[in-house]
């Protein structure tokens, strides 16, 4: 014999069902659904020289590794910025300049100003 379904459970499913569309949320004023979340986005850092060692300075060997990122992601002429480098550090090639310690602060200061 079939079994006979119960008003009971034809009311529960009609309470949960609008208990679920009463938790959506909606806008306030005309009912919509809200608008999806976009993320926030941040423009990433613009890089510049930093320090190595914990000192306020850079090996020059170090700044000629880092010059070649930077002209990279900046868009920036590289020979130009290693020769700029290199003039700071009086030295001619990277094995000349070995591990003359050279400012951070005057480094970026051969970067032209962000955008």
């Not at 009463?22 to 608008?35: F, K, Y």
């Not at 999806?36 to 990433?44: D, F, I």
């Not at 170090?62 to 900046?74: C, N, P, V, W």
Request: aromatic letters at 0%; glycine letters at 6%.
């Amino acid at each position: 014999m079939p079994r006979r379904s119960s008003g009971v459970s034809l009311i529960l499913s009609l309470s949960l069902m609008a208990g679920i569309l009463i938790l959506l949320p909606r806008h306030p004023l005309d009912g919509s659904p809200p608008p999806p979340v976009q993320p926030v986005l941040h423009p990433p850092p613009v890089p510049a020289f930093h320090p190595t060692g914990g000192t306020g300075s850079v090996s020059a060997a170090d700044a000629m590794l880092q010059s070649r990122e930077i002209a990279g992601t900046r868009h920036l002429d590289r020979q130009r910025l290693q020769q700029q480098v290199r003039a700071l550090a009086h030295c001619d090639t990277m094995d000349a300049c070995g591990r003359t310690r050279l400012d951070v602060n005057a480094l970026n200061s051969l970067l032209p100003s962000p955008p």
